[in-house]
Nanobody, 127 residues
Framework: VQLQASGGGLVRAGGSLRLSCTAS????????ISWFRQAPGKEREVVSC????????YYTDTVTGRFSISRDNAANTVYLQMNGLRPEDTAVYYC?????????????????????WGQGTQVTVSS
Protein backbone atom coordinates (compact mmCIF):
# COMPACT_ATOMS: atom_id res chain seq x y z
CA VAL A 1 0.00 0.00 0.00
CA GLN A 2 1.72 3.14 -1.23
CA LEU A 3 1.18 6.67 -2.49
CA GLN A 4 3.56 8.15 -5.01
CA ALA A 5 3.71 11.93 -5.32
CA SER A 6 5.24 13.54 -8.39
CA GLY A 7 5.19 16.64 -10.54
CA GLY A 8 7.14 19.12 -8.48
CA GLY A 9 9.77 21.40 -9.90
CA LEU A 10 11.13 24.91 -10.20
CA VAL A 11 8.82 27.56 -11.58
CA ARG A 12 8.70 31.35 -11.65
CA ALA A 13 6.12 33.30 -9.71
CA GLY A 14 2.82 33.26 -11.55
CA GLY A 15 3.55 29.92 -13.13
CA SER A 16 1.76 26.60 -12.83
CA LEU A 17 2.49 23.03 -11.85
CA ARG A 18 0.36 19.92 -11.61
CA LEU A 19 1.13 17.44 -8.88
CA SER A 20 0.04 13.82 -9.10
CA CYS A 21 -0.59 11.32 -6.33
CA THR A 22 -0.88 7.75 -7.58
CA ALA A 23 -1.89 4.85 -5.37
CA SER A 24 -0.60 1.32 -5.56
CA UNK A 25 -1.89 -1.64 -3.63
CA UNK A 26 -5.30 -0.14 -3.01
CA UNK A 27 -8.06 1.73 -4.80
CA UNK A 28 -8.35 5.47 -4.25
CA UNK A 29 -12.10 5.29 -4.88
CA UNK A 30 -12.89 4.74 -1.22
CA UNK A 31 -10.42 7.16 0.34
CA UNK A 32 -10.12 10.86 0.96
CA ILE A 33 -6.83 12.20 -0.39
CA SER A 34 -5.17 15.20 1.18
CA TRP A 35 -2.25 17.32 0.07
CA PHE A 36 0.04 18.74 2.73
CA ARG A 37 3.10 20.93 2.42
CA GLN A 38 6.05 21.76 4.59
CA ALA A 39 8.21 24.79 4.00
CA PRO A 40 11.70 25.08 5.50
CA GLY A 41 11.50 25.94 9.18
CA LYS A 42 7.71 25.67 9.27
CA GLU A 43 5.22 23.09 10.40
CA ARG A 44 3.49 20.90 7.89
CA GLU A 45 0.08 22.21 6.90
CA VAL A 46 -2.87 20.82 4.98
CA VAL A 47 -3.39 22.44 1.60
CA SER A 48 -6.33 20.61 0.07
CA CYS A 49 -8.48 17.50 0.33
CA UNK A 50 -10.89 15.64 -1.92
CA UNK A 51 -13.42 13.31 -0.40
CA UNK A 52 -14.09 9.75 -1.42
CA UNK A 53 -17.88 9.63 -1.46
CA UNK A 54 -18.85 12.86 -3.23
CA UNK A 55 -15.54 14.38 -4.36
CA UNK A 56 -16.22 17.42 -2.21
CA UNK A 57 -13.14 19.58 -1.94
CA TYR A 58 -11.39 21.60 0.73
CA TYR A 59 -8.73 24.30 0.32
CA THR A 60 -6.81 26.24 2.87
CA ASP A 61 -7.43 29.98 2.57
CA THR A 62 -4.03 30.82 1.12
CA VAL A 63 -4.56 28.66 -1.98
CA THR A 64 -8.29 29.11 -2.58
CA GLY A 65 -8.90 30.30 -6.10
CA ARG A 66 -5.41 29.28 -7.27
CA PHE A 67 -5.24 25.53 -6.61
CA SER A 68 -7.64 22.86 -7.80
CA ILE A 69 -7.81 19.24 -6.63
CA SER A 70 -9.36 16.47 -8.70
CA ARG A 71 -9.42 12.71 -8.88
CA ASP A 72 -9.30 10.18 -11.71
CA ASN A 73 -10.39 6.91 -10.18
CA ALA A 74 -9.68 4.98 -13.37
CA ALA A 75 -6.05 6.10 -13.15
CA ASN A 76 -6.03 5.67 -9.37
CA THR A 77 -4.62 9.19 -9.18
CA VAL A 78 -5.42 12.50 -7.53
CA TYR A 79 -4.13 15.74 -9.04
CA LEU A 80 -3.36 19.12 -7.54
CA GLN A 81 -3.35 21.83 -10.20
CA MET A 82 -1.47 24.83 -8.90
CA ASN A 83 -1.84 28.12 -10.75
CA GLY A 84 -0.64 31.58 -9.88
CA LEU A 85 2.21 30.17 -7.83
CA ARG A 86 3.90 32.46 -5.33
CA PRO A 87 7.30 32.22 -3.61
CA GLU A 88 5.49 31.43 -0.37
CA ASP A 89 4.15 28.24 -1.99
CA THR A 90 7.69 26.86 -1.96
CA ALA A 91 7.64 23.64 0.06
CA VAL A 92 7.77 19.89 -0.09
CA TYR A 93 4.31 18.66 -0.98
CA TYR A 94 2.98 15.36 0.34
CA CYS A 95 -0.18 13.43 -0.41
CA UNK A 96 -1.76 11.33 2.28
CA UNK A 97 -4.79 9.30 3.15
CA UNK A 98 -6.46 7.80 6.18
CA UNK A 99 -8.36 4.61 6.80
CA UNK A 100 -10.88 6.82 8.59
CA UNK A 101 -12.13 7.67 5.10
CA UNK A 102 -13.93 4.33 5.12
CA UNK A 103 -16.01 5.43 8.10
CA UNK A 104 -17.34 8.74 6.86
CA UNK A 105 -14.66 10.96 8.36
CA UNK A 106 -14.42 14.62 7.37
CA UNK A 107 -12.02 15.68 4.65
CA UNK A 108 -9.34 16.49 5.67
CA UNK A 109 -8.83 14.42 8.78
CA UNK A 110 -6.38 15.48 11.46
CA UNK A 111 -2.80 15.26 10.22
CA UNK A 112 -1.84 12.52 12.67
CA UNK A 113 -4.78 10.38 11.51
CA UNK A 114 -3.30 9.97 8.04
CA UNK A 115 -1.69 6.55 7.95
CA UNK A 116 -0.38 6.40 4.36
CA TRP A 117 1.93 9.13 3.08
CA GLY A 118 3.61 9.72 -0.23
CA GLN A 119 7.31 10.49 -0.30
CA GLY A 120 7.01 14.20 -1.06
CA THR A 121 7.78 16.30 -4.11
CA GLN A 122 9.65 19.60 -4.00
CA VAL A 123 7.98 22.73 -5.36
CA THR A 124 10.17 25.81 -5.65
CA VAL A 125 8.78 29.13 -6.81
CA SER A 126 11.26 31.86 -7.67
CA SER A 127 10.41 35.53 -7.49
Amino acid sequence: VQLQASGGGLVRAGGSLRLSCTASGFSLDYYHISWFRQAPGKEREVVSCISSYDSATYYTDTVTGRFSISRDNAANTVYLQMNGLRPEDTAVYYCATSRLSLFGSPCPVEEDDNNVWGQGTQVTVSS
